[in-house]
C-alpha cells in the first residue's frame, strides 16, 4: 500500500505553500485554501518516520462530514472536496490558539492530574477523580498553536491579556466550541462512541469567526465505545478506545516521548498497516458507512494535482 507523505504541487494562481505536521496547505489568490491531508502521522509534536496508507483519505472525509453536519452551528471554510485527499475552503486569517474541549478525564489531562495538578488552563479540578471518570461537565483547555515544538497550555485570562484573541472574539470561539462539541457528541452517541475531546481551530474573515481546519477526526478528537464505558470505569480497566492515543501509548511503550535522548523507535511496514486498519475502523464506526479506498494507479500526487486543477478551473 502506498502513502502520501509529501507534496510540491505548483496550482494556477499559487501564492504561498505552508507545510504543516500532517496538511500541506496551498494558497490561491490570497483568498483561497487547498488543504492537502497527508498520509503523514505525528504524535508527541513530532512526524513519524512512516505514512499510513489511506490515513488522509480517512481524515479528510470525515471532516467534511463534520464540518457539513455542524455549518448550522457556525460559518467554516469548506467550499468543496475535489478528492478524497482534499478540501478548498477560504483563507482566514486563523487564531494563535487552539480550543481543546474535555468530557473526560484522561490522556495527557489525566498524566497531569496523576502528578498532583489541579487545574489545568485556569480551569479547577475536582479532587478524588479517577482515569477515565467524565467532569461535572465539558472543560475548555487552550493551547498556543505552535508551528515546530510543543503546543503549550494557556489560560482563557491569558490568551486575552496577551493580546492573542480579543474578549469578544473568545467568546464567540467559547460558544462555539460547546456548540459543537455537544454536536460531535451527539452524533458520536447515535454510533454507539463517546466523544471524549477534540480541538477546534478557528479563524477570522470579513469580521467574522470561522471553523478552520478539521473536525472530529481520529487526530484530532479522542473516542471511546459507549458499550461497556462504565462497567470498565467502575473496574479501573483501560477503555476501548478510538483515538490516536494508540499510537502515542505504543510509543511510549517503546521509550519514546520526544524528549532528550530518546530516539524513534523503528516504524514496520506491518505496524503502518495495522495503524491504516484502525483509522478505517473509527471512519467506518463514526460515520456508519463502508470505507471506499480511492483508486490512484499508484500516483496518488498525480490524481490529486488533476482534480484541484479542474476544480479551480471549474471556480474562476
Same mark, same amino acid.
Given at each position: ?15 504561498? @505553500?505552508?507545510?504543516?505536521? @500532517? ?73 494563535? @490558539? +487552539? ?31 479517577? +482515569? ?15 508551528? !515546530? ?7 482563557? +485570562? ?15 470561539? +467559547? ?55 462504565? !462497567? ?14 494508540? @499510537? ?35 471512519? !467506518?464506526?463514526?460515520?456508519? !458507512? ?27
Amino acid at each position: 500500500m502506498k502513502a502520501l507523505t509529501r507534496t510540491d504541487f505548483s496550482f494556477e494562481g499559487q501564492t504561498s @505553500v505552508y507545510h504543516g505536521k @500532517v496538511r500541506d496547505v496551498y494558497t490561491i489568490n490570497d483568498d483561497l485554501m487547498v488543504m492537502v491531508a497527508t498520509d503523514r502521522i505525528s504524535a508527541f509534536d513530532v512526524i513519524l518516520p512512516k505514512g499510513i496508507p489511506f490515513k488522509g483519505q480517512v481524515l479528510n472525509q470525515i471532516a467534511a462530514k463534520f464540518l457539513d453536519s455542524t455549518s448550522d452551528i457556525c460559518p467554516n471554510w469548506k467550499l468543496g472536496t475535489p478528492d478524497p485527499m482534499v478540501t478548498v475552503g477560504l483563507k482566514c486569517e486563523g487564531f494563535r @490558539v +487552539e480550543m481543546i474541549i474535555r468530557s473526560i478525564l484522561t490522556g495527557s489531562a489525566w498524566r497531569a492530574y496523576k502528578d498532583g495538578c489541579r487545574e489545568l488552563c485556569g480551569v479547577a479540578l475536582p479532587d478524588g477523580m479517577v +482515569e477515565n471518570q467524565r467532569f461535572p461537565e465539558p472543560i475548555i483547555t487552550p493551547t498556543t498553536k505552535a508551528d !515546530e515544538g510543543h503546543d503549550m497550555n494557556i489560560s482563557r +485570562e491569558e490568551i486575552i491579556n496577551q493580546g492573542l484573541v480579543s474578549a469578544e472574539d473568545y467568546a464567540v470561539m +467559547e460558544d462555539y466550541t460547546r456548540r459543537l462539541f455537544a454536536r460531535g457528541q451527539e452524533i458520536a452517541a447515535r454510533h454507539g462512541l463517546i466523544l471524549v475531546d477534540t480541538k477546534y481551530e478557528f479563524g477570522k474573515r470579513d469580521g467574522k469567526v470561522y471553523l478552520i481546519d478539521e473536525i472530529h477526526t481520529p487526530d484530532s478528537s479522542r473516542y471511546f465505545y459507549a458499550y461497556g464505558y462504565e !462497567e470498565k470505569l467502575a473496574a479501573g480497566e483501560p477503555q476501548r478506545q478510538l483515538s490516536k492515543e494508540f @499510537v502515542r501509548q505504543w510509543l511510549i511503550e517503546h521509550g519514546f516521548m520526544n524528549e532528550p535522548g530518546q530516539t524513534m523507535p523503528a516504524i514496520t511496514d506491518e505496524y503502518a498497516e495495522s495503524v491504516s486498519e484502525r483509522y478505517i475502523e473509527l471512519y !467506518e464506526h463514526i460515520t456508519g !458507512e463502508s470505507f471506499i479506498k480511492s483508486a490512484s494507479d499508484g500516483d496518488l500526487a498525480a490524481r490529486i494535482e488533476k482534480n484541484v486543477s479542474d476544480y479551480l478551473a471549474s471556480l474562476r
